[in-house]
């Protein structure tokens, strides 16, 4: 039956615009459900500014906002933040605020909060991890309601790199509800207590069995967030997580161990596995330096028995370590062998392997001369905590790798927190295997690398690392802060004050059905443009 | 009989006190402490002996204990170092699990030990009578995490993951949170693996001394004096044996309570329950004195509060025994 | 009047009885009581069965070394998670390691843990027993309050702190931690039960003549009260093994038993349930050798306690 021109005309229209639009259609984030993400290890506290651990900065990135947010390809997008200036001497940035940007007990945020939240970050007294971060800035000031002003005391190349992304980033807290309630209400999660400025708001969290957040209406971005809950559980047990998964229990987990990753491909072939080049450094660390009083953190410090010598520590981790065969055992080859400190995929990484070769022969001679032999064989011990099965996994390589040297290493697998305790505390130690944080930048390292910090395990007490550190962080050129950051990998080779085993894979595994997740490691992790498609 | 229940009464409280003491002082020698892991990334020796400081961990220990105990008679479970958390709010959310856990074990352990002992002891020595010994034997040489293993193999790995291998729904009703997984269903499939594996090691131990049990009084003078009287057999054995019987079973219920605690443990370790037993050895590896002092306290009150009941108990089922 | 004994071994606690029966020590046969005793103990299955796994367990234990392929610590980088096969009969776990060496290790180390922690416990238990029932008063009170408080703790609940505590370790320095928290836990059962046989024997009458003949008491304690202890000790050690086994085997489990390279099932058990789907043998042969090697003793057990004394059954 042939139509009239004109509806036919107008059916050709409407196929059109059916072709063209439906497509898009099938993309457009559905509003509503709740995501349920699963950890695999327990919330601290939720004291985004005091509390340690991936997990609460995770939670930390969705409730709270900062200033400035950063994209996988390196970019800095506003946040709370519409717009900024650096100065061209870089001692001075201004950062205009977006207008209507409310905290979830619907204080305004504005310029005095976000004075606030960097001075309460600066103050001694929070006891801050993150203190350590604010120490270029001289002062804050407040121009105007929605105009804040960050006054350096010296160049500071990765500013906004550290508001966007160093641990959790600035995270601003409302001057109102920090004032109305005390610490220990915010730790536990007291309703009202914890306040930010993020999508989502915090509905409760009864540690050991969940984490509720629910959509923040008022959030400055419209539309978004789409979830109507996030919903975070902790399953400790990487293959209770995979049952979970497998059983569409869970949509999301954030941190999966890599071990398990091909067992998951087949148990889920439609999962979406994520990960990207390592942005975390697998360490067999050697102590440096002991106390010479037998105090612990005592100023006074002699040359560790062992690996104070530094012959002995180039025998053992520079030319003694197989790293590819590590990574080959524990990894199964998916991870990267690497001598330097700064790892894959950080911030002007450069590749130093070729510093450390393997060469089995040349430890031996090394260890010789160093007066191990025979008669005197090499023995130390290795410690490996068991949050991660792959630590012993490691340490037992080595120790392979060791007898092949004449040398013998005693394993002792420990809980997470004796391994702190012996190491922040200057306890007795040889070595350990461990993965410590993520760095989105090498200047992240620093608090970790330098001779004074309390995380620097080693002690190695060498003031030429603080020099270099802050010569990096001060250089705004990048070409010749590249030529710094090789000049750094290269001086912890050449000391082995820190020795690197490969890059720590990371990965994320999501359900099809979740959509809309920009993967950007352990540095971002948020669920306002996530939506599920059910 | 007053008196002896008013003493026993008494005595629950200087228990209950030494237990925690204890547990208190020996949670001071482990190596190690709190303040370490709550400092985190901030760890600064300054910052720490602050914090110690204000935590009141720098006053010696007994000193500590008696501020803990002044905090206690007024209802004051502390709060958790590391998490802030009141302690007795994190303990009255966990012990739904545990006490469902327990319960529904301890039922299965009598739902299967009570016929097998009867069918044991009414026709020993015969096919049924070694079948049901020697079911019981293994059962009682099997570790119960083994069992908890095995049964997540068949429901949980295989038959398409029939039963979930973690976590906890709440029976509608008992949920002690603002948000909760609620059903019966849910419950059930939470529950079911859990409480067999708990249960399957006890209903061995009921088994066996149920049955022997039962078996000394039947060859006792109560058994051939009804008989005597001209009672049939049927009527004899169930009304007067297992009445008798009951009795050493229900001291031993008691007894196995110590091991339902730890076994409770284990299982819960196994299927990721959040239940009292994943938040005791949680709070002991984390060194989190406040947790760990709110466990041992509802343990140890739990654990001799059914010990009074027991004995109670006993003195009720059998009137020969009276206690001074 | 009896109050029920608590503890007794773990599986099973010294039943009440009715006030009549009182447990005597058994009058003169014809043969000695110990003839008697194996005489039975010959005739019962359960004990013969039961004993012959726990010598088959001895040998293997002692000659771990011998009768294992390879090393149990023995990491083969390249066979790592091998089916099995006649190279590896029961496979290999993550690091490449003999799983059949392992179990056949780990028995040595599950018997010594099971087998020192109970004479440990023995060796401590029952002279506090005897010296407190035998002296009665203010040192029964004190030695049976402390027994008391160790007992009034749920076992593993004490367990898993002493090994806090003591912080697992590998090697026999682990393995020796490992025993004494065991043995700590057990004392009270040995304690108690010695106890209780010295009180029955303490009013008799030729207890009253040694002394009166002015007989020390120590000699005493030994060479008449300990002798009447002996059956419940026996059976009670030999249970005691099976359940101190099951401890080691479940705080391996839980991360704080011996530790890894020290071969140990319940670790064994532990680190290879994450496994399990594609390696199932991993898990379910350590599993299987602790089922096996408890079934053993607890068989044995029960025989002798039959042939002890016939009553018990």
């Known amino acids: ?534 | 009989m007053r008196v002896y229940l008013l003493r026993r009464l008494l005595h629950i409280v200087p228990t209950v006190l030494m237990i925690t003491l204890v547990v208190f002082v020996m949670m001071r020698s482990v190596p190690g402490d709190p303040v370490v892991a709550l400092l985190g990334d901030a760890y600064t020796e300054e910052d720490a002996v602050k914090v110690r400081e204000v935590y009141g961990l720098d006053k010696p220990v007994l000193v500590q204990y008696v501020i803990w105990l002044g905090k206690l008679v007024r209802g004051d479970w502390g709060a958790s170092i590391l998490s802030g958390r009141p302690v007795l709010q994190d303990v009255l959310v966990r012990l739904p699990v545990t006490l469902e856990l327990i319960l529904l074990s301890m039922a299965i352990a009598l739902a299967i030990a009570i016929p097998a002992a009867l069918i044991g002891a009414l026709r020993q020595n015969t096919w049924a009578d070694y079948t049901a010994t020697s079911v019981a034997m293994i059962g009682v040489s099997i570790p119960e995490f083994f069992i908890g293993v095995l049964l997540l193999l068949v429901f949980s790995f295989g038959l398409n993951g029939f039963l979930p291998s973690s976590g906890w729904v709440y029976l509608p009703g008992t949920c002690p949170m603002m948000v909760c997984g609620v059903s019966l269903w849910g419950n059930v499939q939470h529950v079911l693996m859990p409480a067999i594996a708990l249960g399957v090691g006890r209903a061995a131990i009921l088994t066996r001394l149920l049955r022997s049990s039962m078996l000394e009084v039947i060859r006792s003078e109560y058994v051939t004096t009804a008989r005597a009287k001209g009672l049939s057999e049927r009527p004899v054995v169930l009304k007067h044996a297992l009445k008798n019987a009951l009795i050493p079973t229900v001291t031993v219920m008691g007894l196995q309570v110590g091991f339902l605690i730890g076994g409770a443990i284990v299982v819960e370790t196994l299927f990721a329950m959040p239940g009292l037993g994943t938040f005791g050895i949680d709070a002991i590896i984390a060194r989190d004195y406040q947790q760990v002092q709110g466990f041992a306290l509802i343990t140890a009150f739990a654990f001799v509060v059914i010990n009074l009941l027991v004995d109670l108990t006993y003195t009720f089922l059998d009137p020969r025994i009276r206690y001074a | 009047m009896t109050k029920p004994i608590r503890g007794g071994s773990l599986q099973e606690a010294e039943l009440p009885r009715p006030a009549s029966v009182a447990w005597t020590a058994p009058a003169v046969r014809s043969e000695s009581p110990f003839a008697e005793g194996l005489r039975r103990l010959r005739r019962s299955h359960t004990a013969v069965v039961g004993a012959a796994i726990v010598a088959v367990l001895l040998v293997v234990a002692i000659f771990a070394d011998v009768l294992a392929p390879y090393s149990p610590s023995t990491n083969d980088q390249t066979t790592t998670f091998a089916r099995p096969s006649w190279d590896h009969p029961l496979g290999t776990d993550q690091m490449g390691r003999d799983m059949l060496s392992r179990v056949i290790h780990g028995t040595r180390i599950s018997l010594l843990i099971g087998v020192s922690s109970v004479l440990l416990a023995l060796f401590l238990g029952v002279p506090i027993g005897m010296i407190a029932g035998y002296y009665g008063g203010r040192i029964d009170g004190l030695l049976m309050r402390v027994m008391d408080l160790i007992l009034a703790f749920p076992i593993y609940l004490l367990a898993i702190i002493l090994m806090v505590i003591f912080t697992p370790t590998a090697g026999l320095i682990g393995t020796m931690k490992v025993t004494g928290a065991i043995a700590i836990v057990r004392i009270p059962i040995y304690a108690r039960l010695v106890r209780g046989s010295v009180l029955s024997i303490k009013e008799k009458e030729f207890v009253e003549a040694c002394r009166a003949l002015g007989v020390r008491d120590p000699w005493i304690l030994l060479r008449h009260v300990l002798p009447n202890c002996l059956a419940p000790i026996i059976v009670t050690t030999t249970l005691g093994i099976a359940t101190s086994i099951i401890v080691e085997a479940t705080l391996s489990f839980l991360g704080l038993g011996t530790q890894p390279p020290t071969p140990s099932w319940g670790w064994d058990l532990k680190a290879n349930v994450a496994f399990i789907q594609a390696n199932l043998w991993l898990s379910l042969f350590p599993g299987l050798a602790i089922f096996v090697t408890v079934l053993g003793f607890n068989l044995f057990g029960d025989g002798l306690r039959d042939a002890l004394d016939p009553r018990l059954k």
């Open chain 1, 1 to 534: 039956m042939r139509l009239p021109a004109r509806s036919s005309a107008l059916a050709t229209l409407l196929t059109f615009a059916w072709v063209l639009v439906a497509p898009a259609d099938a993309q457009a984030p559905k509003r509503g459900g709740t995501l349920r993400v699963s950890y695999g290890n327990e919330i601290a506290h939720l004291d985004f500014h005091t509390a340690p651990g991936y997990e609460m900065m995770w939670v930390a990135m969705n409730i709270g906002c900062g200033l400035v947010n950063i994209t996988p390809d390196g970019r800095f997008v506003g946040d709370a933040a519409e717009s900024w200036q650096v100065a061209p001497d870089g001692l001075l940035y201004t950062f205009k605020l977006k207008k209507s940007v409310l905290f979830h007990d619907g204080t305004a945020v504005d310029a005095a909060s976000v004075k606030f939240s960097i001075d309460r970050l600066m103050d001694p007294n929070t006891k801050s991890g993150m203190r350590s971060f604010y120490e270029s800035i001289h002062s804050v000031e407040v121009l105007d309601p929605l105009t804040v002003q960050i006054r350096l005391k010296h160049p500071y190349a990765f500013m906004l790199h550290m508001l966007a992304a160093y641990r959790t980033g600035l995270v601003l807290y409302s001057p109102t509800a920090t004032q109305k309630f005390s610490l220990e209400d915010r730790k536990q999660g007291k309703p009202g207590a914890v306040v930010g400025c993020g999508p989502f708001k915090l509905v409760e969290w009864v540690k050991g069995s969940h984490l509720v957040m629910d959509r923040f209406d008022k959030y400055f971005v419209a539309g978004q967030p789409y979830l109507d809950r996030v919903m975070i559980r902790v399953i400790k047990d990487p293959v209770a997580e995979m049952a979970a998964f497998k059983a569409g229990e869970i949509d999301f987990i954030a941190s999966f161990s890599p071990e398990h990753v091909d067992n998951l491909k087949v148990q889920a072939p439609k999962a979406q596995i994520m990960t990207g080049k390592e942005t975390t450094p697998m360490l067999a660390a050697m102590k440096v330096t002991v106390p010479a009083d037998g105090k612990p953190m005592s100023k006074e410090r002699k040359p560790h028995p062992i690996f104070g010598d530094l012959k002995v520590r180039k025998a053992v981790g520079c030319y003694g370590i197989d790293r590819k065969e590590i990574v080959k055992i524990a990894f199964k080859g998916q991870a990267t062998p690497w001598v330097g400190m700064n790892p894959p995929g950080t911030l002007d990484t450069v590749d130093v392997n070729h510093l450390c070769p393997y060469d089995p022969a040349k430890a031996k001679a090394m260890l010789a001369e160093a007066g191990y032999g025979p008669s005197k064989p090499l023995t130390f011990d290795i410690i490996a905590d068991n949050e991660k099965s792959v630590f012993n996994v490691i340490a037992t390589v080595i120790k392979e790798q060791m007898a092949r040297l004449g040398a013998t290493a005693n394993i002792r697998v420990v809980d997470k927190v004796s391994w702190m305790n012996t190491t922040l505390q200057d306890g007795p130690w040889d070595m350990y295997v461990e993965d410590l944080l993520s760095l989105i930048t090498l200047d992240s390292n620093g608090y970790l690398s330098n001779s004074s910090s309390t995380w620097s395990h080693p002690r190695h007490n060498d003031k030429r690392t603080d020099e270099l550190y802050a010569r990096y962080a001060r250089e705004l050129d990048p070409a010749k802060r590249k030529a710094i950051a090789k000049e750094i990998q290269e001086f912890f080779v050449e000391n082995m004050y820190w020795n690197n085993i490969s890059g720590s894979p990371f990965y994320m595994v999501a359900q099809p059905w979740m959509k809309g997740y920009t993967y950007n490691a352990e540095f971002e992790v948020h669920y306002h443009t996530v939506w599920l498609d059910k």
